[in-house]
C-alpha cells in the first residue's frame, strides 16, 4: 500500500510569492491534517480536512489556506510568502475523523523563502 | 491550552546503554498520548501510543506508560542500538472527535558504536 505522498519535495520562492503545496492520502483515508516543522516553534497544527470540509485550524494567519478534493487529495496554500514561512510542511492522513486513530506522515515539503 | 514539554536534547548514548526520554503533558480531559520518531531526511512514523490511564504502549523495545496522576508519558528503552538515532517526539491529541497532535519540541538522540 503506498504512503503518504507529498509534492514537491522541495520548494524555493522568494518573499510576496504564493506557493501551493500537494498531498495525496493512503488509499482510503479521508482524514488530512497539515503541520509546519520549524527549528524555532518546532511542530505545529496548521488544519485539518475531512470530507471536503475544514474541520480543525491552527493559530496561523489567513495567508495559510488549504483544501480538499473529493478523492481525499489535499493542497495547502500560502499567499504574500514570509521569510518566517520557511519551514517543512509535513501532511499527514488518518481513516477517519474521531478518535485517536494513528496519524501517517509523508516525508514533507522544504519550502525555503529567500 | 493544551501542551507537551520534553526533555531537551541533544542525548547521546553508547551503544547496548539504557534510555530515557522525558516527556510530560498538560491537557484538560483525558487525552490520548504518543511517542513519534523522525529519521533524517523522512516524516515522523508512529513508535507507540496509549489512550488511557495506565495503558502501555511498545514497539521495537521501546515503551511508555501513560501516568495520569504524574501527567507524564516516558519513553524507555533498555539497550539502545546505533540504528535508534533519530528525533523523538512526544504528543498528544487532546480531542476525541478531532485529528490535531499537540507535540513537544523533539529530543535528538545520537547513539554512538
Known amino acids: 500500500k503506498a504512503g503518504v505522498t507529498q509534492t514537491p519535495r522541495y520548494l524555493i520562492k522568494t518573499r510576496g510569492q504564493q506557493v501551493t503545496l500537494s498531498c495525496s492520502p493512503i488509499?482510503?483515508?479521508?482524514?488530512v491534517s497539515w503541520y509546519q516543522q520549524t527549528p524555532g516553534q518546532g511542530l505545529q497544527f496548521l488544519f485539518e480536512y475531512f470530507s471536503e470540509t475544514q474541520r480543525n485550524k491552527g493559530n496561523f494567519p489567513g495567508r495559510f489556506s488549504g483544501r480538499q478534493f473529493s478523492n481525499s487529495r489535499s493542497e495547502m496554500n500560502v499567499s504574500t510568502l514570509e521569510l518566517g514561512d520557511s519551514a517543512l510542511y509535513l501532511c499527514?492522513?488518518?481513516?477517519?475523523?474521531?478518535?485517536?486513530?494513528?496519524?501517517?506522515f509523508g516525508p514533507g515539503t522544504r519550502l525555503t523563502v529567500l | 491550552g493544551d501542551s507537551v514539554t520534553q526533555m531537551e536534547g541533544p542525548v547521546t548514548l553508547s551503544e547496548e546503554a539504557f534510555l530515557t526520554i522525558n516527556c510530560t503533558y498538560t491537557?484538560?480531559?483525558?487525552?490520548?498520548l504518543f511517542w513519534y520518531v523522525q529519521y533524517p531526511g523522512e516524516g515522523l512514523q508512529l513508535l507507540l501510543k496509549a489512550t488511557k490511564a495506565d495503558d502501555k504502549g511498545s514497539n521495537k523495545g521501546f515503551e511508555a506508560t501513560y501516568r495520569k496522576e504524574t501527567t507524564s508519558f516516558h519513553l524507555e528503552k533498555g539497550s539502545v542500538q546505533v540504528s535508534d538515532s533519530a528525533v523523538y517526539f512526544c504528543?498528544?491529541?487532546?480531542?476525541?472527535?478531532?485529528?490535531?497532535?499537540?507535540f513537544g519540541q523533539g529530543t535528538r538522540l545520537t547513539i554512538n558504536p
Open positions: 499527514a492522513s488518518t481513516r477517519r475523523a474521531g478518535g485517536p486513530g494513528e496519524q501517517f
Open positions: 491537557a484538560t480531559g483525558y487525552p490520548s
Open positions: 504528543a498528544l491529541s487532546g480531542d476525541q472527535g478531532a485529528q490535531k497532535l499537540v
Open positions: 488509499s482510503g483515508h479521508r482524514s
